[in-house]
């Protein structure tokens, strides 16, 4: 089967959160419309749900080791929706304490402009 790149719309702004371990608690409505998946289908599921297979290992070690340190993490990702289908985005992924005092993280998306798009594939390919 051949999947098909999904482009995200010029004003998109794809938002989720997670707890200490990445288990999605939140994703807005057009996050769920990109990765093709109901908000309950998605709550619950560790967030590599949508993570897909052409991403290195060590861009996901990166961006842990940076919010466990309570510092913000940007970069590029490529994900998976529910079909197979990918769209990539760049990502800002926040630390922050929720109501209750526990680490959470929010995970904020837009569209990447399509040169980042090809020259992180080449550097991407290069870590595997």
Known sequence: MQ?????LNDNAFLVSETDSKGIITYANEEF??????KL???????HNIVRHDDMPKAAFDDLWKTVKEDKVWQGFV???SKSGNFYWVYATVY???NEKGELC???CRRKP??????????RYKSMR
């Open 3 to 7: 999947y098909r790149e999904k482009i």
């Open 32 to 37: 769920c419309n990109v990765a093709e998946y």
């Open 40 to 46: 309950e289908e998605l709550v619950g599921m560790p």
């Open 78 to 80: 490529k994900n998976k």
């Open 105 to 107: 993280y929010m995970s």
């Open 95 to 97: 630390p922050y304490k």
């Open 113 to 122: 402009r399509q040169n980042d798009i090809s020259e992180i594939e080449k």
